[in-house]
């Protein structure tokens, strides 16, 4: 059985847009009580503290969702919340489906959301206030289209750390070419993460940062149906929706969205 976790955290250090998104979407579930500040701690990120403890209890609620024979299916808030589920699962695949890298260090002349960097922490390659979780070359990227931006701001891509594609390949591929390349993600136990800018600004533009490109919801919809076919999934986590930006218009077509992945969760050998 599915187990919703609700996990209400912006990166930012505030309890508004993203931290919004679980209460728009209206699942019971699992609710993780978040508690941030909007100032930098020691590693560079904003709401630093709030973030470990965040982490901490996500892993702590996905493991109890094992114990019980339940798949959990976690949802945000920002991205950072698929480490604590990582770190639930001993030597995890990922496969990751996000409209940006976020593997940015969090430098003086950045934002410094642990959001724009969750994925660089999770491989080890932007040091921050959780340990790594998975093996770079456990890991699928898909869909990242800020390649311009990242390099504009003399930041380094880690797109030849781990697997990616981008958006236009994503939008196009084929089955078995997706199939294909998930083959080391997905070999053992793995987790599948999704980002909702991955998609285009006409399909949800109720996003914190925008940019061109991006996929339709029928193709994210494939997708990750395809992706949930392959063995070994552990469960799920979808974030990044701000409510606060369309009056929560686009909260009934995201819920139904991931209703269709707790389905084809259930299912999953």
């Known amino acids: 059985?599915?187990?919703?976790?609700?996990?209400?955290?912006?990166?930012?250090?505030?309890?508004?847009?993203?931290?919004?998104m679980p209460a728009s979407i209206g699942f019971n579930g699992v609710d993780i009580p978040v508690s941030v500040e909007p100032r930098r701690g020691e590693h560079g990120f904003l709401a630093e503290s709030g973030f470990v403890r965040m982490v901490a209890d996500v892993?702590?609620?996905?493991?109890?969702?094992?114990?019980?024979g339940d798949v959990p299916l976690v949802v945000g808030g920002d991205c950072p919340i698929m480490l604590g589920a990582l770190a639930a699962i001993d030597d995890p695949g990922l496969v990751f489906i996000d409209g940006h890298e976020d593997a940015w260090q969090p430098t003086p002349d950045v934002r410094g959301e642990a959001s724009d960097s969750e994925l660089g922490m999770a491989i080890g390659h932007v040091r921050g206030p959780v340990p790594p979780s998975v093996r770079r070359e456990k890991v699928l990227a898909l869909g990242p289209r800020d390649a311009a931006e990242i390099v504009g701001m003399g930041q380094e891509r880690i797109d030849t750390l781990v697997t990616m594609r981008d958006d236009a390949w994503l939008q196009d591929?084929?089955?078995?070419?997706?199939?294909?390349?998930?083959g080391p993600a997905t070999a053992s136990e793995w987790w599948l993460h999704v980002d909702l800018d991955v998609l285009s600004s006409s399909a949800l533009g109720?996003?914190?940062?925008?940019q061109p490109g991006g996929i339709t919801w029928s193709r994210l919809e494939s997708v990750t149906r395809t992706l949930l076919g392959l063995p070994g999934c552990r469960g799920a986590s979808v974030g990044v929706y701000n409510p606060d930006l369309d009056r929560g218009l686009a909260a009934p077509r995201i819920a139904?969205?991931?209703?269709?992945?707790g389905r084809s969760l259930d299912s999953v050998e």
């Open 173 to 182: 591929a084929h089955v078995d070419d997706l199939v294909s390349l998930a």
């Open 1 to 20: 059985m599915v187990r919703y976790i609700n996990v209400p955290f912006n990166s930012a250090g505030f309890s508004t847009g993203v931290a919004r």
């Open 206 to 210: 109720a996003v914190d940062y925008p």
């Open 256 to 261: 139904d969205f991931i209703t269709g992945l």
């Open 59 to 68: 892993e702590a609620a996905v493991r109890d969702a094992f114990h019980h």
